[in-house]
């Protein structure tokens, strides 16, 4: 596999992380560089470190995760999804927490990742060299992720309540998108 081809699985694996991100970056009303950096980390961070464990678990588990991958990450994206929503229809401003929290930035990274854990077991097969091409994959989401909770806040700031409404509607579309893909 040459570096264009890995270069375009990278972007397509982040794009989930992109579009969670443009969602999160709308529910942020300060945005300031740890955000950036911590959705950028968590989700490049994972999406480096599931190929590398599919890689590992290939011969064990292909058909166990291929089996049920998408259940998982439809389930976690549509509940994120339908507190956000349920947070913006609230009249309480306590319940409104948009946190960067680690319980939260693990439930979004993993949901966005587990496509690069089967990546990662097709790699295995293919004899692809993981290291590096986890490292691209991991930085090129990191990017992503940067540059869309950036794009997310830049539309959140005019749009407030509507805007956090949007973000939860995009995270069960992104559910719902990875389940009808591999159903």
Not at 164 to 181: F, N, S
Request: aromatic letters at 8%; a neutral charge.
């Amino acid at each position: 596999m040459n570096l264009i081809e890995l270069l375009l699985i990278a972007v397509g694996l982040s794009m989930d992380a992109f579009a969670v991100s443009i969602g999160k970056g709308l529910t942020v009303s300060q945005l300031k560089p740890r955000h950036s950096l911590t959705v950028g980390l968590w989700f490049g961070l994972f999406q480096a470190l599931m190929p590398m464990l599919g890689y590992l678990l290939a011969a064990k588990f292909s058909t166990l995760v291929a089996a049920f991958d998408h259940w998982i990450a439809f389930l976690l994206l549509a509940l994120i999804g339908s507190n956000m929503i349920r947070e913006a229809c609230s009249d309480d401003p306590e319940k409104h927490t948009h946190d960067f929290a680690p319980r939260t930035m693990f439930i979004l990274a993993d949901a966005t990742s587990i496509d690069a854990l089967a990546v990662g077991i097709s790699f295995a097969f293919l004899r692809v060299e993981i290291l590096s091409s986890a490292l691209l994959i991991g930085v090129t989401t990191c990017l992503f992720s940067m540059v869309g909770i950036r794009i997310g806040h830049h539309f959140g700031e005019r749009y407030k309540a509507k805007a956090e409404v949007l973000g939860g509607i995009i995270l069960i579309l992104i559910g719902t998108k990875i389940l009808t893909e591999h159903t």
